[in-house]
């Protein structure tokens, strides 16, 4: 069993930065798919950005061009800097990690092996 704790959210204004982190307490080796998902109120869970042991990214077309995930492979250290935040990007971050495989649809609908609790982003106009 592999624990990821999310840390980095909080409150900023419309255009705002802020950057997420996630570690997992046990180093994933091999293939593995990483990313960030999302849940604002009354909505379903989405996905923001994967990242694979490739260095392969992925994100949802709201994000792309404001949001940069990344991870440190020498160490289980995964970050979403989010830059020109908006209003609509509110909600609870939660990060996720597989193993044995890379990203790929399934993952991108939230078939992943181990989940964070979240950490909520509030952004204000």
């Known amino acids: 069993q592999v624990n990821v704790v999310e840390s980095g959210g909080g409150s900023v204004q419309a255009g705002g930065s802020l950057r997420l982190s996630c570690v997992a307490d046990?180093?994933?080796?091999?293939?593995?798919?990483m990313g960030w998902f999302r849940q604002a109120p009354g909505k379903e869970r989405e996905a923001v950005a994967q990242?694979?042991?490739?260095?392969?990214?992925m994100y949802a077309d709201s994000v792309k061009g404001r949001f940069t995930i990344s991870k440190e492979n020498a160490k289980n250290n995964l970050t979403l800097q989010m830059n020109n935040l908006k209003p609509d990007d509110s909600g609870m971050y939660y990060c996720?990690?597989?193993?044995?495989?890379?990203?790929?649809?399934?993952?991108?609908?939230?078939?992943?092996?181990?989940w964070g609790a979240g950490t909520l982003v509030t952004i204000s106009s």
């Open positions: 996720a990690a597989s193993e044995g495989y890379g990203c790929y649809s399934a993952t991108w609908a939230g078939d992943m092996d181990y």
């Open positions: 046990q180093f994933i080796y091999g293939r593995y798919c």
């Open positions: 990242i694979e042991n490739t260095g392969n990214t």
